[in-house]
């Protein structure tokens, strides 16, 4: 069964450090995701991203956010210089199609991202 | 707000009794999905319903969806110790591609 892979599955960084988590979407999906989860806390949409642009951005995703789509198949999301409080699991998502949140959503595993 | 409510927040059962959970939210929508997740884990796609439908099987879950009263139930029957987990609601709306998330029932299934 397709899925949506995530890698890595957990990452250390300091503070002030730049990271990349990694995303392959299912590969027939158009609309790609990032939502994150502060630990007990409930799942948080950032961004979603269609036909290569940023579709919609919560106001989480500030400047020191971006997303890229390098190839046919990756889906990146960068934070630029981490804060303690980007701790959390990020989770990529894609859906196939209709847009707007009309059909269901497939998550990865997530990636556990500590900042130190 | 469109922030799906759930409850319970934590359900004990013994296996093989049904669990349902319910989640109620605030404005119009298109559909709503459910999820589950296991402790610090990825998020499991269960079911999607659309907001022209009233319910849904899917194997032991059963969703039933009343836009009149804003709100879902998501019932499981015969539960098993492997459905141990949270349980999300997931509100899709006409005109935002985000998931409005729920704050999540934990299930516990004792054997």
């Known amino acids: 069964e397709p899925e949506v892979t995530q890698t890595p599955s957990h990452q250390v960084t300091q503070m002030g450090q730049e990271v990349i988590l990694r995303c392959v979407p299912i590969?027939?999906?158009?609309?790609f995701y990032w939502y994150r989860q502060i630990l007990g806390q409930k799942v948080e949409f950032l961004v979603s991203?269609?036909?290569?642009?940023?579709?919609?951005k919560s106001e989480i995703f500030d400047d020191q956010f971006s997303v890229e789509r390098p190839d046919g198949s990756n889906f990146t999301l960068k934070i630029r210089s981490t804060k303690l409080e980007d701790s959390a699991m990020y989770f990529c998502a894609s859906s196939g199609g209709g847009g707007r949140m009309n059909t269901e959503a497939f998550f990865g595993q997530g990636t556990r991202l500590t900042v130190v | 707000s469109q922030q799906g409510e759930e409850d319970p927040q934590a359900l004990s059962i013994q296996e093989g009794e049904n669990a349902t959970m319910n989640c109620s939210y605030k404005t119009s929508i298109n559909n709503l999905q459910w999820y589950r997740q296991n402790s610090g884990r990825g998020l499991v796609h269960l079911i999607l319903?659309?907001?022209?439908?009233r319910e849904k099987h899917s194997g032991r879950l059963r969703v039933t969806l009343d836009t009149s009263k804003k709100s879902s139930s998501l019932l499981i029957t015969a539960s098993r110790a492997a459905d141990t987990a949270s349980y999300f609601c997931a509100i899709g709306s006409y005109n935002t591609d985000k998931l409005i998330f729920g704050t999540g029932t934990r299930l516990q299934v004792f054997p």
């Open positions: 991203f269609y036909n290569n642009e940023i579709s919609e």
């Open positions: 319903i659309r907001s022209n439908e």
């Open positions: 590969s027939n999906h158009l609309y």
